[in-house]
């Protein structure tokens, strides 16, 4: 089945400081991937919808200056978090789908936390 | 834009019962509904999925039931069993390729009691 590898599965670090997570496709071209983020016992918050070559496009409130989306190739996406702060701990998931009527499957997340 | 309800927010059973979990969305334009299950801390993975061209889909244990007229559609455990026990979400979404844009229900933590 598809496969989606995320990296890194769990981040600390200090406050200011800024992080990259890597959501990659092992088996498929990801034409279009997800980010997403999920506070305890909530639901899935997208943050933001790439498709590969173009700029991402930002769900409402979220700051893209903040939140930098590179999707650079079919099966790479990165997420890097600018100069982080402790509100923006979190758990962070993407997600790939392939074209067509594919479905998307998610990665295994990356847990922030911001000291 | 698309507004996807999931209720129950907790659902408890015993092993062996039946669960059943209902959404209800607002876009009538919407055409694919996912259900994903999420074990705590890891990723969503998809269970089942249904088209609009389709009423009724199911995979051994677990069916789903779509109505597109009242604009719901449920998810069905035949059987519980612990290993059942995790949090679920819908989805509904329509378009493909570039366009396709899930939204998520709030999710419902399902407890299957041995």
């Known amino acids: 089945g598809a496969v989606v590898s995320q990296h890194p599965s769990w981040v600390i670090c200090k406050s200011g400081t800024s992080v990259k997570i890597e959501c990659r496709s092992l088996?498929?071209?990801?034409?279009?991937m997800f980010w997403y983020r999920q506070f305890p016992k909530q639901s899935l918050m997208l943050m933001a919808t790439?498709?590969?070559?173009?700029?991402?496009?930002?769900e409402q409130g979220v700051e893209k200056d903040k939140f930098l989306i590179n999707h650079a190739s079919l099966t790479l996406s990165t997420l890097t978090v600018t100069s982080a702060h402790p509100e923006d701990s979190s758990f962070y998931i993407c997600?790939?789908?392939?074209?067509?009527?594919?479905?998307?499957?998610f990665g295994d997340g990356t847990r922030l936390s911001i000291l | 834009g698309e507004n996807v309800e999931q209720h129950p927010s907790t659902l408890s059973v015993q092993e062996g019962d039946s669960a059943v979990i209902k959404c209800t969305y607002s876009?009538?334009?919407?055409?694919?509904f996912p259900w994903y299950k999420q074990e705590l801390g890891k990723r969503p993975q998809l269970i089942i999925d249904?088209?609009?061209?389709?009423g009724e889909k199911k995979d051994q244990r677990i069916a789903v039931t779509l109505n597109k007229t009242a604009k719901h559609f449920s998810l069905h455990i035949t059987e519980t069993q612990p290993e059942d026990s995790a949090v679920y979400f819908c989805?509904?979404?329509?378009?493909?390729?570039?366009?396709?844009?899930?939204?998520f229900g709030r999710g419902t933590s399902l407890i299957v009691h041995p």
């Open positions: 249904i088209r609009s061209n389709v």
């Open positions: 876009d009538s334009a919407s055409n694919y």
């Open positions: 790439s498709n590969e070559g173009s700029k991402a496009t930002y």
């Open positions: 997600s790939a789908k392939g074209g067509g009527n594919q479905p998307q499957h």
């Open positions: 989805a509904a979404s329509r378009g493909t390729g570039g366009s396709y844009i899930p939204t």
């Open positions: 088996d498929f071209q990801a034409t279009t």
